[in-house]
C-alpha cells in the first residue's frame, strides 16, 4: 500500500487516533482517487465528443482525448498503488505530469477557447479534488489558490470585460467548492474510520472482559466451554490425546471462615498468577469454573507428562506456604487434583471430559485431600499419583 501523509487538517483527532487509522486512509486515498480518475476520463471522453461531431474541431478533440489518456495513466498508477506494484517516489512523479496535463489542459481551453468555460469549471473542480487525495490539505488548498490565481488572472487579461471578470469569479467559487467539499467529506471519512476503531477497540475489550475471570484474571467458565469444544474436536478428528486437571483449594470455606473473604480471595489470585505462569511456560489453558475450582486443559500422549504438570501444580502451591490453619490436610494452603486423559479418537463430548474430570477429583478428595487422582478413557482405570519431591517434577516439558 502507497504511504501517503497523514492530512494536517484533521483538527479534533489525536495523533494516536490518526496513526491508528494510517493504512485505512492511505488505502481510502488510493481508491478515491482511482475511481475519481476514472469518472474524469468518461467526463472528458463524453465533452470531447462536442468538438469532433459538431464543432468539427479536430485539435480540440486531440486536446481532450489527451487529457483522458493523462487521467486513465493516474487511474492504472492508482491501481498499482493499491496492489502495491508502484513505489511511492514513481508514484507522485507520475501524478505531478500527469495532473499538469490537465492544468495545461484547462488553462487551454478555458482561457484560449473560452466558449467551454462551465465544461472547464467541472474539469477544473474534478482536478482539484484528486489533489487532496494525494497532498496533505494545506499544500492542497496552497496548490488550489495559485491555479486560481494563474487562471483568473489570465482569464482577466485575455477575455472580455464582463465575460473575463464572470469566468474569474466561477474559477475561484469552483476551488473554493473542491476544498471545502473534499475537507468535509474526507473529514467524515477519517472520523468514521476512527469511530470504527473504537468501537472495534471497546468490543474487544468487552469480549475480552466477557470470558476473563476478574479476580484472578484467568479465563472463566464461558471461554472454559468454548476451550473444550475445541480439544473435543482435536480429540476426535485429530485423535489427539486430551489432558485435563481439575483442581480445588482444599477446605477453602474453613480458610474463608476464619481468614475473612478478602483473605481467601488474596488466596485465590496466588492460585490463579501459579496457573498464569503455568499457562506461559507449558502452553496449557487454564480457567477458573467455580468458587475455588480451576481447571487445566491441553494435549498430551504421554501419561508420565501429565502427571509431571500435575505434580507441578501441587508443588507451586504448596510452595506458596500460605498458612491454613483450618485446613486437615496440610498446615498451609493446598490443593486436590483430578487428571483426566481422554484418548484420541474418543466420541465423548465437553460434558463428558468435565463430568469425568470432577469425578476424579472428587475421588481425591475422597482420598484425603492434598493429592492427585488419574482416570485414562482408555481402560477407565483410576489411581493415585505419588508426590514426589518438587526438585524432580517442577522442570519445563521435556521433548
Not at 25 to 33: H, R, V
Not at 69 to 85: M, N, P
Not at 128 to 139: C, P, T
Not at 362 to 367: C, R
Request: charged fraction near 20%; hydrophobic fraction near 45%; proline fraction near 3%.
Amino acid at each position: 500500500m502507497l504511504k501517503l501523509p497523514l492530512p494536517l487538517w484533521t483538527e479534533g483527532f489525536s495523533q494516536d487516533d490518526l496513526a491508528s487509522c494510517k493504512d485505512s486512509i492511505n488505502a481510502y486515498n488510493i481508491q478515491s482517487l482511482s475511481l475519481l480518475s476514472l469518472v474524469t476520463v468518461f467526463l472528458l471522453g463524453a465533452c470531447s465528443i462536442v468538438p469532433l461531431v459538431i464543432e468539427k474541431l479536430p485539435y480540440r478533440f486531440m486536446a481532450y482525448l489527451a487529457a483522458a489518456l493523462a487521467e486513465l495513466v493516474i487511474h492504472g498508477c492508482s491501481r498499482a498503488a493499491r496492489r502495491r506494484q508502484c513505489g511511492r517516489g514513481v508514484f507522485y512523479a507520475l501524478f505531478t505530469v500527469f495532473f499538469l496535463t490537465l492544468m495545461a489542459l484547462g488553462f487551454y481551453t478555458g482561457i484560449v477557447v473560452w466558449r467551454d468555460q462551465h465544461t472547464v469549471m467541472a474539469l477544473l473542480f474534478l482536478v482539484y479534488s484528486q489533489s487532496l487525495f494525494v497532498v496533505d490539505f494545506f499544500f492542497s488548498a496552497a496548490l488550489n489558490f495559485a491555479t486560481a490565481v494563474v487562471f483568473s488572472h489570465f482569464t482577466l487579461r485575455l477575455k472580455p470585460p464582463m465575460i473575463g471578470e464572470i469566468d474569474a469569479f466561477y474559477i475561484w467559487i469552483t476551488a473554493i467548492l473542491a476544498l471545502a467539499l473534499n475537507r468535509y467529506l474526507r473529514h467524515v471519512v477519517i472520523k468514521e474510520m476512527i469511530s470504527s476503531r473504537r468501537l472495534a477497540a471497546e468490543r474487544d475489550r468487552f469480549r475480552e472482559e466477557s470470558i476473563k475471570d476478574e479476580l484472578t484474571g484467568l479465563s472463566n467458565r464461558r471461554d472454559y466451554q468454548n476451550a473444550a469444544k475445541y480439544y473435543i474436536s482435536v480429540c476426535q478428528h485429530v485423535h489427539q490425546t486430551v489432558c485435563a486437571i481439575m483442581l480445588d483449594v482444599d477446605f477453602f470455606k474453613n480458610y474463608n471462615d476464619f481468614y475473612g473473604h478478602q483473605k481467601g480471595d488474596e488466596a485465590l489470585q496466588a492460585v490463579g498468577k501459579v496457573l498464569k505462569d503455568l499457562v506461559a511456560e507449558e502452553q496449557v489453558f487454564a480457567a477458573r469454573v467455580g468458587g475455588e475450582e480451576f481447571i487445566v486443559l491441553w494435549t498430551e500422549n504421554r501419561v508420565t507428562e501429565a502427571e509431571r504438570v500435575a505434580i507441578k501444580i501441587c508443588h507451586l502451591i504448596a510452595n506458596l506456604k500460605i498458612p491454613h490453619e483450618r485446613s486437615e490436610a496440610a498446615p498451609f494452603l493446598t490443593v486436590s487434583l483430578g487428571v483426566y486423559m481422554l484418548r484420541g479418537g474418543s466420541r465423548e463430548t465437553e460434558d463428558d471430559l468435565y463430568r469425568e474430570t470432577d469425578n476424579a477429583l472428587y475421588a481425591a478428595k475422597a482420598g484425603g485431600r492434598n493429592c492427585i487422582m488419574l482416570r485414562d478413557s482408555a481402560d477407565r482405570s483410576l489411581r493415585m499419583i505419588e508426590l514426589l519431591p518438587p526438585e524432580e517434577n517442577i522442570g519445563r516439558r521435556s521433548y
